[in-house]
């Protein structure tokens, strides 16, 4: 079993910055893919970004390439997602997610054991 819980979400002004924690515990951490998805009102959960047990290969949905940085500190068991130049397009719920059974999953039903999501508001 995995627990994750997400912070650092909140209300930003377009443009700036947030950066998002997963905290995980239970199942060793470091030896599973981890990604963050985000669900906005009225709409399908979605990719974000995703990266491998060792932090050595990550992914971005092209809507985020550029600004958004996922990572993991192992020791730390802890995953992040650094948030730049946000965008009122981006206000949605952020859930970080683990897999068991795929190295470098982009899809939902890839995805073990969810968070239970933290709010990113952006106004404009």
């Known amino acids: 079993q995995v627990q994750l819980v997400e912070s650092g979400g909140g209300l930003v002004q377009a443009g700036g910055s947030l950066r998002l924690s997963c905290a995980a515990s239970g199942r060793t951490f470091g030896r599973y893919a981890m990604g963050w998805f985000r669900q906005a009102p009225g709409k399908e959960r979605e990719f974000v970004a995703r990266i491998s047990w060792s932090g050595g290969s990550t992914n971005y949905a092209d809507s985020v390439k550029g600004r958004f940085t996922i990572s993991r500190d192992n020791a730390q068991n802890t995953m992040y997602l650094q948030m730049n130049s946000l965008k009122p397009e981006v206000t949605a719920v952020y859930y970080c997610?683990?897999?068991?059974?795929?190295?470098?999953?982009?899809?939902?039903?890839?995805?073990?054991?969810w968070g239970q999501g933290t709010q990113v508001t952006v106004s404009s």
């Open positions: 997610a683990t897999s068991i059974r795929s190295p470098a999953p982009e899809m939902r039903y890839e995805y073990d054991y």
